[in-house]
């Protein structure tokens, strides 16, 4: 069985499929800690893993891999398997980027940077709903 791999243009020029890292003794954010020789990335699957997710050291998606039966189960199942895939490659991002700062405050500023990869998974939804409209059109 084929896999559909889609990979999202990054509207702010990001290098598709590579994570943004920071200069040797720069910090991982503004007020941060250095960053880490190897920053996390997240994976996440939905739960019969018909939609994979990568996330890249920036935090933001990198890749979503979609399984042509996921198509099958229209766009609202589809819609939901990406966020569940998305919410767990974030978690595992999350969790592996926290270990990086133990700083004080640093869960607020963990805490804003999920709000503000949030609003980009809810912008790229947008994207693939259009996406998946157009394929569905064209059967």
Do not use: C
Not at 70 to 75: D, I, P, Q, S, T
């Amino acid at each position: 069985m084929r896999r559909m791999v889609l990979v999202m243009d990054d509207t702010r020029g990001r290098s598709r499929g590579r994570g943004v890292t920071a200069e040797p003794g720069g910090t991982a954010w503004p007020d941060g800690p250095a960053a880490p020789a190897s920053p996390p990335t997240g994976r996440g699957a939905s739960k019969d893993e018909s939609v994979k997710v990568t996330i890249g050291t920036d935090g933001l998606v990198d890749t979503v891999t979609i399984n042509p039966r996921a198509l099958r189960k229209g766009a609202q199942a589809l819609e939901e398997l990406t966020r569940d895939a998305v919410r767990e490659a974030q978690r595992d991002w999350f969790g592996g980027l926290a270990t990086h700062d133990p700083a004080p405050a640093s869960e607020e500023r963990l805490r804003t940077r999920l709000e503000e990869i949030h609003a980009e998974y809810s912008l790229r939804m947008e994207e693939i709903n259009r996406l998946m409209a157009g394929l569905m059109s064209g059967r």
